[in-house]
């Protein structure tokens, strides 16, 4: 695609169940950032994904977060046991950076507004 | 444990007039500092960026100014227009790694 992909755009849950969030990032992108982003707040670091190196997972507030990327392409964040403290915005983004045309430059998607109930 | 601190919260600037938000990092294996806009409902997006080598970077109306020295960087909006209402966020990375922290952000608000 032209950009990044994020679904779902908008997700209500029950406190208590668990969700998943998908990221598509620009095809050949080596880069994939996870944030979160509350209301009126700024961008929360959660994850970050660079080719084949392990994960730096420091951002992830608790354990009943994860996240995944397959095939070094689309990633998913998975929430499990949602509380209400964990509504917010989710922003993906994907960068060049390591595929061999660096500029740094991170590219966001439009986000996942998740609200739990 | 925010490695980017950011200010002012908001900012409230008339049209005309300059606005000027400040940065500061403690990490000194950064040395990439870009600057991000960000319209309600979007994903941010890039406005203007510098490496350490210099010490200010212009483009158009916007400007960083950079002080290796104290650790701080600032972005200056000149002649700041009702259009450059947005939410600006400074942030920072190491080059190596590209492992990009952002500040809190600020809420830019500029007056007709």
């Known amino acids: 695609g032209a950009g990044v992909s994020q679904s779902p755009s908008n997700k209500v849950t029950e406190k208590g169940k668990d969700v998943e969030l998908r990221c598509d990032p620009i095809?050949?992108?080596?880069?994939l950032y996870w944030y979160r982003q509350s209301l009126g707040q700024g961008l929360e670091f959660l994850i970050y994904f660079q080719g084949n190196s392990a994960p730096d997972k420091s951002g992830l507030p608790s354990d009943r977060f994860s996240a995944e990327r397959t095939g070094g392409s689309v990633s998913t964040l998975t929430i499990q046991r949602t509380q209400q403290e964990d509504s917010a915005v989710y922003l993906c983004?994907?960068?060049?950076f390591g595929a061999g045309y660096d500029t740094g430059e991170l590219f966001f998607g439009e986000g996942s507004r998740l609200t739990v109930l | 444990q925010q490695q980017v601190k950011q200010s002012p919260q908001s900012l409230i600037v008339q049209k005309g007039g300059i606005s000027i938000i400040n940065c500061a990092y403690e990490n000194t294996a950064f040395d990439y500092f870009p600057w991000y806009q960000q319209f309600p409902g979007k994903g941010p997006a890039l406005l203007i960026a510098i490496r350490p080598d210099v010490s200010e970077k212009k483009e158009g109306r916007f400007t960083i100014s950079f002080n290796k020295s104290a650790k701080q960087f600032s972005l200056h909006i000149m002649d700041s227009q009702p259009g450059d209402s947005a939410t600006y966020f400074c942030?920072?990375?190491?080059?190596?790694?590209?492992?990009?922290?952002f500040g809190a952000g600020t809420r830019l608000t500029v007056k007709p």
């Open positions: 095809s050949g992108h080596t880069a």
């Open positions: 942030a920072a990375s190491p080059w190596n790694n590209n492992d990009m922290r």
């Open positions: 983004a994907s960068s060049s």
